[in-house]
Protein backbone atom coordinates (compact mmCIF):
# COMPACT_ATOMS: atom_id res chain seq x y z
CA UNK A 1 0.00 0.00 0.00
CA UNK A 2 1.47 3.46 -1.20
CA UNK A 3 0.57 6.82 0.83
CA UNK A 4 1.39 10.01 -1.59
CA UNK A 5 1.94 12.79 0.89
CA UNK A 6 2.25 16.51 -0.54
CA UNK A 7 2.33 19.19 2.27
CA UNK A 8 1.54 21.80 -1.00
CA UNK A 9 0.84 20.61 -4.31
CA UNK A 10 0.82 23.71 -7.11
CA UNK A 11 2.16 22.30 -10.49
CA UNK A 12 0.98 24.79 -13.00
CA UNK A 13 2.92 27.91 -11.15
CA UNK A 14 5.53 26.57 -8.13
CA UNK A 15 7.76 24.34 -8.38
CA UNK A 16 7.91 21.46 -4.60
CA UNK A 17 10.78 19.46 -4.00
CA UNK A 18 11.06 16.18 -2.38
CA UNK A 19 12.65 16.60 1.35
CA UNK A 20 12.41 13.25 3.24
CA UNK A 21 11.00 10.10 2.44
CA UNK A 22 10.34 7.54 5.69
CA UNK A 23 8.87 4.57 6.27
CA UNK A 24 5.90 4.00 9.37
CA UNK A 25 4.77 0.76 10.20
CA UNK A 26 1.51 -0.09 11.61
CA UNK A 27 -0.03 -3.71 12.91
CA UNK A 28 -3.44 -4.55 12.80
CA UNK A 29 -5.13 -7.81 14.48
CA UNK A 30 -7.11 -9.26 12.38
CA UNK A 31 -9.39 -11.93 13.74
CA UNK A 32 -9.67 -15.34 12.13
CA UNK A 33 -12.97 -17.37 12.07
CA UNK A 34 -11.38 -19.92 14.92
CA UNK A 35 -11.07 -16.83 17.19
CA UNK A 36 -7.08 -16.08 17.62
CA UNK A 37 -5.83 -12.85 16.09
CA UNK A 38 -3.72 -13.26 13.16
CA UNK A 39 -0.73 -9.70 12.98
CA UNK A 40 -0.56 -8.23 9.81
CA UNK A 41 1.98 -5.92 9.00
CA UNK A 42 1.91 -2.69 6.27
CA UNK A 43 4.81 -0.45 5.21
CA UNK A 44 3.48 2.75 4.34
CA UNK A 45 6.07 5.48 2.06
CA UNK A 46 5.31 8.83 3.44
CA UNK A 47 6.57 11.45 0.70
CA UNK A 48 7.35 14.84 2.07
CA UNK A 49 7.26 18.00 -0.74
CA UNK A 50 7.56 21.44 0.15
CA UNK A 51 7.22 24.05 -2.78
CA UNK A 52 10.46 25.79 -3.99
CA UNK A 53 9.42 29.25 -2.10
CA UNK A 54 9.74 27.66 1.07
CA UNK A 55 13.27 26.63 -0.08
CA UNK A 56 16.19 28.05 2.27
CA UNK A 57 17.13 31.33 1.01
CA UNK A 58 20.71 30.55 0.11
CA UNK A 59 19.10 27.64 -2.81
CA UNK A 60 18.24 30.96 -4.62
CA UNK A 61 20.82 31.81 -7.83
CA UNK A 62 21.21 35.92 -8.80
CA UNK A 63 20.49 35.97 -12.88
CA UNK A 64 23.07 34.81 -15.06
CA UNK A 65 22.76 37.15 -17.56
CA UNK A 66 26.41 38.56 -19.01
CA UNK A 67 26.02 39.09 -22.83
CA UNK A 68 29.41 39.85 -24.85
CA UNK A 69 29.37 41.28 -28.44
CA UNK A 70 31.33 43.11 -30.99
CA UNK A 71 30.02 46.67 -32.33
CA UNK A 72 30.74 46.54 -35.97
CA UNK A 73 30.46 49.12 -38.50
CA UNK A 74 29.15 46.17 -41.19
CA UNK A 75 26.41 46.27 -39.21
CA UNK A 76 26.22 49.84 -39.25
CA UNK A 77 26.19 50.84 -35.64
CA UNK A 78 28.24 53.20 -33.98
CA UNK A 79 30.14 53.03 -31.02
CA UNK A 80 28.91 57.26 -30.06
CA UNK A 81 25.76 55.98 -30.81
CA UNK A 82 26.11 52.75 -27.98
CA UNK A 83 27.80 55.77 -25.39
CA UNK A 84 24.81 57.64 -25.93
CA UNK A 85 22.24 55.18 -25.19
CA UNK A 86 24.07 53.55 -22.02
CA UNK A 87 24.85 57.00 -20.29
CA UNK A 88 21.86 59.29 -21.48
CA UNK A 89 23.94 61.99 -23.11
CA UNK A 90 23.57 63.76 -25.90
CA UNK A 91 26.67 62.76 -28.46
CA UNK A 92 27.79 64.29 -31.66
CA UNK A 93 29.33 61.82 -34.22
CA UNK A 94 31.72 62.74 -36.63
CA UNK A 95 31.31 60.04 -38.49
CA UNK A 96 28.46 60.63 -39.85
CA UNK A 97 27.83 63.98 -38.35
CA UNK A 98 24.62 63.32 -36.66
CA UNK A 99 23.71 63.89 -32.77
CA UNK A 100 23.11 60.44 -30.64
CA UNK A 101 20.41 60.93 -27.96
CA UNK A 102 18.13 58.94 -26.34
CA UNK A 103 15.48 60.64 -24.57
CA UNK A 104 13.84 57.90 -23.04
CA UNK A 105 16.62 56.14 -21.04
CA UNK A 106 15.96 57.93 -17.25
CA UNK A 107 17.24 54.98 -15.57
CA UNK A 108 20.76 55.76 -15.38
CA UNK A 109 21.93 55.70 -12.06
CA UNK A 110 25.60 55.77 -12.47
CA UNK A 111 28.38 55.98 -15.37
CA UNK A 112 32.22 56.53 -15.37
CA UNK A 113 35.10 56.16 -17.14
CA UNK A 114 38.12 54.73 -16.38
CA UNK A 115 41.11 55.11 -18.23
CA UNK A 116 44.62 53.46 -18.06
CA UNK A 117 47.70 55.51 -16.58
CA UNK A 118 49.08 56.46 -20.33
CA UNK A 119 45.59 56.94 -21.84
CA UNK A 120 45.65 60.66 -22.36
CA UNK A 121 43.25 62.99 -19.86
CA UNK A 122 40.97 64.44 -22.18
CA UNK A 123 39.63 60.98 -22.98
CA UNK A 124 37.67 61.14 -19.92
CA UNK A 125 35.12 62.98 -22.03
CA UNK A 126 32.75 60.41 -23.74
CA UNK A 127 32.36 62.35 -26.61
CA UNK A 128 36.09 62.79 -27.59
CA UNK A 129 36.77 59.61 -26.31
CA UNK A 130 34.72 57.39 -28.85
CA UNK A 131 34.82 59.84 -31.89
CA UNK A 132 38.59 59.43 -31.38
CA UNK A 133 37.87 55.62 -31.41
CA UNK A 134 36.03 55.66 -34.46
CA UNK A 135 38.45 57.86 -36.47
CA UNK A 136 41.15 55.45 -35.96
CA UNK A 137 38.65 52.68 -37.87
CA UNK A 138 38.64 53.07 -41.76
CA UNK A 139 37.53 49.72 -43.19
CA UNK A 140 33.96 49.59 -44.05
CA UNK A 141 33.77 47.11 -41.43
CA UNK A 142 35.51 48.24 -38.97
CA UNK A 143 35.26 46.54 -35.12
CA UNK A 144 34.69 49.72 -33.12
CA UNK A 145 34.09 48.83 -29.48
CA UNK A 146 33.16 45.52 -27.21
CA UNK A 147 29.95 45.78 -25.41
CA UNK A 148 29.15 43.86 -22.39
CA UNK A 149 25.93 43.66 -20.92
CA UNK A 150 25.75 42.56 -17.45
CA UNK A 151 23.03 41.28 -14.52
CA UNK A 152 23.74 43.07 -11.42
CA UNK A 153 22.63 40.19 -8.62
CA UNK A 154 19.63 42.28 -6.52
CA UNK A 155 20.96 40.71 -3.45
CA UNK A 156 23.69 43.31 -3.75
CA UNK A 157 23.09 46.92 -2.11
CA UNK A 158 22.76 49.44 -4.96
CA UNK A 159 24.45 51.69 -3.53
CA UNK A 160 27.72 49.10 -4.08
CA UNK A 161 26.94 48.53 -7.75
CA UNK A 162 28.98 51.34 -9.10
CA UNK A 163 32.18 49.58 -7.00
CA UNK A 164 31.45 46.42 -8.36
CA UNK A 165 31.31 47.47 -11.56
CA UNK A 166 34.58 49.37 -11.43
CA UNK A 167 36.29 46.43 -9.44
CA UNK A 168 35.06 44.31 -12.12
CA UNK A 169 36.43 46.65 -15.15
CA UNK A 170 39.86 47.67 -13.18
CA UNK A 171 40.74 44.01 -12.58
CA UNK A 172 40.46 42.61 -15.83
CA UNK A 173 40.03 45.53 -18.72
CA UNK A 174 41.89 48.51 -17.51
CA UNK A 175 44.39 46.76 -16.03
CA UNK A 176 45.27 44.93 -19.74
CA UNK A 177 45.59 48.32 -21.60
CA UNK A 178 41.91 49.10 -22.37
CA UNK A 179 39.86 51.91 -21.49
CA UNK A 180 36.31 50.79 -19.88
CA UNK A 181 33.02 53.18 -20.10
CA UNK A 182 30.52 51.83 -17.95
CA UNK A 183 26.96 52.87 -16.94
CA UNK A 184 24.32 51.25 -14.60
CA UNK A 185 20.61 50.99 -15.25
CA UNK A 186 18.13 50.39 -12.60
CA UNK A 187 14.27 51.18 -12.97
CA UNK A 188 13.62 49.90 -10.15
CA UNK A 189 11.38 47.05 -11.02
CA UNK A 190 14.13 44.26 -9.98
CA UNK A 191 16.57 44.42 -13.27
CA UNK A 192 19.63 46.10 -12.66
CA UNK A 193 21.98 45.45 -14.83
CA UNK A 194 25.27 47.15 -16.27
CA UNK A 195 26.51 48.28 -19.97
CA UNK A 196 30.21 48.45 -20.59
CA UNK A 197 31.92 49.45 -23.60
CA UNK A 198 35.49 48.80 -24.35
CA UNK A 199 37.97 50.14 -26.72
CA UNK A 200 39.57 47.88 -29.03
CA UNK A 201 43.23 48.90 -29.45
CA UNK A 202 46.03 49.51 -27.28
CA UNK A 203 47.54 52.35 -26.82
CA UNK A 204 51.52 53.12 -26.26
CA UNK A 205 53.29 55.11 -23.85
CA UNK A 206 52.50 58.72 -25.06
CA UNK A 207 48.81 57.78 -25.33
CA UNK A 208 48.47 57.21 -28.78
CA UNK A 209 46.78 54.65 -30.37
CA UNK A 210 48.25 51.63 -31.66
CA UNK A 211 47.76 49.90 -34.79
CA UNK A 212 45.21 46.55 -34.27
CA UNK A 213 47.85 44.43 -36.09
CA UNK A 214 51.30 44.64 -37.70
CA UNK A 215 52.84 42.57 -40.96
CA UNK A 216 55.36 39.95 -40.68
CA UNK A 217 56.95 38.28 -43.20
CA UNK A 218 57.47 34.32 -43.95
CA UNK A 219 60.73 33.11 -43.23
CA UNK A 220 61.83 30.18 -45.03
CA UNK A 221 64.48 27.12 -43.29
CA UNK A 222 67.38 29.90 -43.96
CA UNK A 223 65.99 32.63 -41.75
CA UNK A 224 65.40 34.16 -45.65
CA UNK A 225 62.00 36.06 -47.14
CA UNK A 226 60.24 34.23 -49.03
CA UNK A 227 59.59 35.74 -52.42
CA UNK A 228 56.26 34.76 -54.19
CA UNK A 229 55.38 34.55 -57.80
CA UNK A 230 54.11 37.87 -58.14
CA UNK A 231 56.97 39.07 -56.87
CA UNK A 232 56.01 40.41 -53.57
CA UNK A 233 57.38 38.93 -50.39
CA UNK A 234 55.17 36.58 -48.61
CA UNK A 235 53.70 37.53 -44.98
CA UNK A 236 50.54 37.35 -42.86
CA UNK A 237 49.38 39.86 -39.82
CA UNK A 238 49.66 39.37 -36.37
CA UNK A 239 47.63 40.80 -33.47
CA UNK A 240 49.20 43.99 -31.68
CA UNK A 241 47.09 42.71 -28.74
CA UNK A 242 45.25 39.32 -27.99
CA UNK A 243 41.85 41.00 -26.82
CA UNK A 244 39.85 39.35 -29.21
CA UNK A 245 41.02 35.44 -28.65
CA UNK A 246 38.11 33.33 -27.51
CA UNK A 247 39.87 32.46 -24.60
CA UNK A 248 38.93 35.36 -22.94
CA UNK A 249 35.53 35.08 -22.96
CA UNK A 250 35.46 32.98 -20.80
CA UNK A 251 37.68 33.99 -18.31
CA UNK A 252 35.68 37.37 -18.55
CA UNK A 253 32.55 35.42 -17.72
CA UNK A 254 34.83 33.45 -14.87
CA UNK A 255 35.59 36.85 -13.56
CA UNK A 256 32.57 38.58 -13.14
CA UNK A 257 31.10 35.53 -11.34
CA UNK A 258 34.16 35.64 -9.19
CA UNK A 259 33.88 39.62 -8.63
CA UNK A 260 29.81 39.12 -7.87
CA UNK A 261 30.43 36.54 -5.10
CA UNK A 262 33.04 38.62 -3.54
CA UNK A 263 30.51 41.05 -2.73
CA UNK A 264 27.48 38.31 -2.05
CA UNK A 265 30.44 37.21 0.46
CA UNK A 266 31.09 40.10 1.78
CA UNK A 267 27.47 41.33 2.32
CA UNK A 268 27.07 37.94 4.11
CA UNK A 269 24.36 36.86 1.48
CA UNK A 270 24.56 32.67 0.42
CA UNK A 271 23.71 33.67 -3.07
CA UNK A 272 26.01 32.65 -5.38
CA UNK A 273 26.33 33.32 -9.54
CA UNK A 274 27.17 30.97 -11.28
CA UNK A 275 27.75 31.16 -15.04
CA UNK A 276 27.95 27.89 -16.56
CA UNK A 277 25.60 25.85 -18.64
CA UNK A 278 23.12 23.63 -16.65
CA UNK A 279 25.09 20.64 -18.97
CA UNK A 280 28.50 21.90 -17.46
CA UNK A 281 27.02 22.13 -13.44
CA UNK A 282 25.47 18.27 -13.94
CA UNK A 283 21.86 19.85 -14.04
CA UNK A 284 19.72 17.54 -15.97
CA UNK A 285 17.14 20.25 -16.76
CA UNK A 286 16.06 22.41 -19.92
CA UNK A 287 16.86 25.56 -20.08
CA UNK A 288 14.46 28.57 -21.13
CA UNK A 289 14.84 31.02 -23.91
CA UNK A 290 16.21 34.56 -23.70
CA UNK A 291 13.44 36.80 -24.24
CA UNK A 292 15.13 40.02 -24.93
CA UNK A 293 13.39 43.13 -24.33
CA UNK A 294 11.34 43.19 -27.10
CA UNK A 295 9.22 40.12 -25.97
CA UNK A 296 9.50 41.36 -22.64
CA UNK A 297 7.55 44.33 -22.86
CA UNK A 298 5.20 42.56 -24.65
CA UNK A 299 4.79 39.50 -21.85
CA UNK A 300 4.51 42.71 -19.04
CA UNK A 301 1.36 44.07 -21.09
CA UNK A 302 0.03 40.50 -21.03
CA UNK A 303 0.32 39.82 -24.66
CA UNK A 304 1.40 36.30 -25.09
CA UNK A 305 4.65 35.01 -27.42
CA UNK A 306 5.52 32.09 -29.12
CA UNK A 307 8.77 32.46 -26.87
CA UNK A 308 7.31 32.92 -23.53
CA UNK A 309 5.00 30.21 -23.84
CA UNK A 310 7.94 28.11 -24.90
CA UNK A 311 9.59 29.37 -21.38
CA UNK A 312 6.25 28.83 -19.70
CA UNK A 313 6.26 24.84 -20.91
CA UNK A 314 9.58 24.32 -20.46
CA UNK A 315 9.21 25.32 -16.51
CA UNK A 316 6.11 23.16 -16.49
CA UNK A 317 8.26 20.13 -17.61
CA UNK A 318 11.02 21.02 -15.59
CA UNK A 319 9.25 21.63 -12.54
CA UNK A 320 7.27 17.83 -12.92
CA UNK A 321 10.07 16.41 -14.26
CA UNK A 322 12.26 17.05 -10.90
CA UNK A 323 9.64 16.03 -8.89
CA UNK A 324 8.75 12.95 -10.09
CA UNK A 325 12.28 11.52 -11.04
CA UNK A 326 13.49 12.38 -7.51
CA UNK A 327 9.77 10.22 -6.41
CA UNK A 328 11.06 7.24 -8.49
CA UNK A 329 14.86 7.60 -7.38
CA UNK A 330 13.97 7.35 -3.51
CA UNK A 331 10.56 4.40 -4.45
CA UNK A 332 13.65 2.61 -5.90
CA UNK A 333 16.03 3.22 -3.42
CA UNK A 334 13.60 2.11 -0.95
CA UNK A 335 12.49 -0.85 -2.82
CA UNK A 336 16.05 -2.01 -3.29
CA UNK A 337 16.02 -1.81 0.72
CA UNK A 338 13.05 -3.69 1.09
CA UNK A 339 14.91 -6.54 -0.86
CA UNK A 340 17.66 -6.61 0.60
CA UNK A 341 16.23 -6.35 4.73
CA UNK A 342 12.54 -7.05 4.44
CA UNK A 343 12.01 -10.34 2.63
CA UNK A 344 8.80 -10.79 4.21
CA UNK A 345 7.00 -7.88 2.08
CA UNK A 346 8.57 -8.99 -1.77
CA UNK A 347 5.71 -11.14 -2.36
CA UNK A 348 3.12 -8.41 -1.91
CA UNK A 349 5.48 -6.17 -3.34
CA UNK A 350 5.86 -7.90 -7.00
CA UNK A 351 2.07 -8.10 -6.92
CA UNK A 352 1.46 -4.26 -7.28
CA UNK A 353 2.03 -2.29 -9.94
CA UNK A 354 3.94 0.82 -10.14
CA UNK A 355 1.28 3.74 -9.97
CA UNK A 356 0.88 6.26 -12.74
CA UNK A 357 0.69 9.95 -12.32
CA UNK A 358 -2.92 10.42 -12.18
CA UNK A 359 -2.90 7.61 -9.46
CA UNK A 360 -0.78 9.39 -7.75
CA UNK A 361 -2.56 12.55 -7.50
CA UNK A 362 -5.95 11.10 -6.84
CA UNK A 363 -4.20 9.59 -3.86
CA UNK A 364 -3.04 12.14 -2.79
CA UNK A 365 -6.69 13.67 -3.20
CA UNK A 366 -7.84 10.95 -0.70
CA UNK A 367 -4.98 11.52 2.03
CA UNK A 368 -5.82 15.50 2.26
CA UNK A 369 -9.36 14.36 2.58
CA UNK A 370 -8.19 12.20 5.88
CA UNK A 371 -6.12 15.15 6.98
CA UNK A 372 -9.18 17.00 7.38
CA UNK A 373 -11.12 14.70 9.60
CA UNK A 374 -11.21 17.49 12.53
CA UNK A 375 -11.62 20.17 10.44
CA UNK A 376 -15.68 22.04 10.34
CA UNK A 377 -17.94 20.93 7.47
CA UNK A 378 -17.33 24.65 5.97
CA UNK A 379 -13.23 24.38 5.98
CA UNK A 380 -13.70 20.48 4.72
CA UNK A 381 -15.56 22.22 1.66
CA UNK A 382 -13.65 24.78 1.51
CA UNK A 383 -10.45 22.31 1.48
CA UNK A 384 -11.76 19.82 -0.49
CA UNK A 385 -12.56 22.13 -3.17
CA UNK A 386 -9.26 23.84 -3.27
CA UNK A 387 -7.53 20.93 -3.46
CA UNK A 388 -9.66 19.13 -6.24
CA UNK A 389 -9.11 22.43 -8.10
CA UNK A 390 -5.37 22.03 -8.11
CA UNK A 391 -5.19 18.54 -8.89
CA UNK A 392 -7.85 18.98 -11.94
CA UNK A 393 -5.32 21.67 -13.42
CA UNK A 394 -2.47 19.26 -12.83
CA UNK A 395 -4.51 16.29 -14.18
CA UNK A 396 -5.53 18.74 -17.34
CA UNK A 397 -1.78 19.17 -17.73
CA UNK A 398 -1.17 16.18 -18.31
CA UNK A 399 -4.02 15.09 -20.34
CA UNK A 400 -3.10 17.95 -23.02
CA UNK A 401 0.39 16.54 -23.24
CA UNK A 402 -0.26 13.11 -23.46
CA UNK A 403 1.25 12.31 -20.16
CA UNK A 404 0.41 9.36 -18.11
CA UNK A 405 3.64 7.87 -17.39
CA UNK A 406 7.44 8.83 -16.53
CA UNK A 407 8.36 7.43 -19.97
CA UNK A 408 5.85 9.46 -21.63
CA UNK A 409 7.36 12.67 -19.74
CA UNK A 410 10.49 11.94 -20.68
CA UNK A 411 9.46 11.66 -24.48
CA UNK A 412 7.53 15.12 -24.17
CA UNK A 413 10.85 16.65 -22.07
CA UNK A 414 12.98 15.56 -24.89
CA UNK A 415 10.49 17.46 -27.94
CA UNK A 416 10.47 20.94 -25.84
CA UNK A 417 14.16 20.66 -25.53
CA UNK A 418 14.63 20.09 -29.02
CA UNK A 419 11.91 22.97 -29.76
CA UNK A 420 13.96 25.22 -27.56
CA UNK A 421 17.52 24.87 -29.08
CA UNK A 422 15.94 26.00 -32.60
CA UNK A 423 14.58 28.88 -30.81
CA UNK A 424 17.01 29.91 -28.73
CA UNK A 425 19.57 29.89 -32.46
CA UNK A 426 16.85 32.42 -34.02
CA UNK A 427 16.76 34.74 -31.23
CA UNK A 428 20.19 35.12 -30.98
CA UNK A 429 20.14 36.20 -34.69
CA UNK A 430 17.37 38.80 -33.77
CA UNK A 431 18.47 40.26 -30.38
CA UNK A 432 18.98 43.30 -29.46
CA UNK A 433 20.74 45.16 -26.77
CA UNK A 434 18.52 46.69 -23.54
Known amino acids: MIWLKVYHWNLLNENFLFVELTIHQKTKYLPLSN????????????????????????????????????????????????????????????????????????????????????????????NTLWNSAEAQEKQWNSQLARRFVLAIPREIPPEQYAGLIRDYCREFFVSKGMIADFAIHDKGDGNPHAHILLTMRAMDEKGKWLPKSRKVYDLDENGERIRLPSGRWKSHKENTVDWNDRKYAEIWRQGWADTANRYLEANSRPERLDLRSYARQGIDKIPTVHMGPAVCQMEKKGIQTNIGNLNRDIKSANSLMQSIRQMVRHLKGWIADLKEKKAALMEALEQTKEPTIPELLSQYLELRSGQRADWTSRGKLKGTVADFNKVQAAMDFLRKKGISTVESLDTRLDEISQTAVSVMEGVKKSEKWC
Request: hydrophobic fraction near 25%; charged fraction near 25%.
Open 35 to 126: GTPKQETEKVILLFFCPESGRKEGAHLPCPHCKITIIKRSNNESAVSAAAYQSGEKLFSEYDQEQKYYPYKNEVTHKEILLPPHAPPEFADR
